[in-house]
Nanobody, 127 residues
């Protein structure tokens, strides 16, 4: 059974940094596509970044976070990370990690591309 557990959320001031973690179990971690999504109150869940295992080291980022957020993974620990720097109030949201065995590249930042989700961790950025 695939399980994803996020941690690392919290409250920071604008300009600050946070690192989110997503511990994965129940599948061969290195063979899955993984990503981070976020959902603010009253808004749709949006893709933030994803790591595409179809091409080693291939990553995609939403324009809103390019240059500020970095996705990485530690295969030995079966853990996905999201380093978030220069945080803005508009980054405030519940952040989710997602995984699936095969995700078409055009779906990497689309909610419907993934079947497995964590429970989320809250990030709040104050101005």
């Amino acid at each position: 059974q695939v399980q994803l557990v996020e941690s690392g959320g919290g409250s920071v001031q604008a300009g600050g940094s946070l690192r989110l973690s997503c511990a994965a179990s129940g599948y061969t971690y290195s063979s899955y596509c993984v990503g981070w999504f976020r959902q603010a109150p009253g808004k749709e869940r949006e893709g933030v970044t994803a790591l595409y295992t179809g091409l080693v080291g291939s990553t995609v980022y939403a324009d809103s976070v390019k240059g500020r957020f970095t996705i990485s993974q530690d295969n030995a620990k079966n853990t996905l990370y999201l380093q978030m720097n220069s945080l803005k109030p508009e980054d405030t949201a519940m952040y989710y990690c997602a995984a699936d065995a095969q995700v078409a590249w055009w779906l990497l930042l689309q909610r419907r591309g993934y079947n497995y989700w964590g429970q989320g961790t809250q990030v709040t950025v104050s101005s």
